[in-house]
């Protein structure tokens, strides 16, 4: 069986992943719930690394969701990339997805992997838990308010707009709990 390593190209709206040395590919919308579903197909990939650049933003919430599923990852600073990118002369986009790039730097350098303790794992887990719990909340208030009466309207979209606030905050402190982590010293 041959290693595997995962390059991941992080945006607002889109996940690029990159696997080698098999050459899979797929993209997915940047969302909580594809995110999640790229983690466990990626369990199944069994890789010995994933890499994705060190921005600051996109890749804390697939760092932690990856630590998660007990994944192994690097995160690698984008000067590191670019500079491996002219040392093999693959600079320009069209010669090369940056999840490509990514993937084949991960094969090539092997950056050291991150390791969260099993705290912050637990943690992140328990967030991720909740997370879900509220989202089905969410899921059932939305569907009331399209039959409710409108007496009752109010108080079902005040309760969205809470659960809405309850979820961002969430978010917000998983991305603070996996930025405060030994993963960013």
Do not use: C
């Not at 579903?37 to 890749?59: C, D, H, S």
């Not at 084949?104 to 303790?117: C, D, G, N």
């Not at 969410?138 to 109010?154: D, G, I």
Request: cysteine-free; charged content about 25%; overall charge positive.
């Amino acid at each position: 069986m041959d290693i595997t390593f995962v390059g991941m190209n992080l945006t607002s709206q889109l996940i690029d992943v990159a696997v080698r040395p098999s050459g899979e590919r797929w993209k997915t919308d940047f969302v909580d719930e594809n995110i999640a579903a790229m983690a466990t197909r990626l369990k199944n990939i069994q890789p010995e690394l994933v890499v994705m650049e060190a921005n600051g933003t996109f890749e804390l919430p697939v760092a932690g969701i990856l630590a998660t599923q007990g994944l192994r990852f690097a995160l690698v600073n984008p000067r590191n990339i670019r500079e491996f990118a002219r040392a093999i002369g693959k600079m320009s986009r069209s010669d090369y997805g940056q999840a490509s790039l990514l993937a084949y730097f991960a094969e090539i350098v092997h950056p050291e992997a991150r390791q969260l303790s099993e705290d912050v794992v637990q943690k992140l887990r328990e967030l991720r838990g909740r997370r879900e719990d509220i989202s089905q909340m969410l899921q059932l208030e939305r569907h009331r308010l399209r039959t409710a009466a409108a007496t009752v309207q109010r108080g079902v979209q005040n309760h969205i707009f809470f659960l809405e606030r309850s979820i961002m905050a969430l978010e917000d402190e998983f991305s603070r709990t996996v930025r405060a982590s030994s993963v960013w010293r």
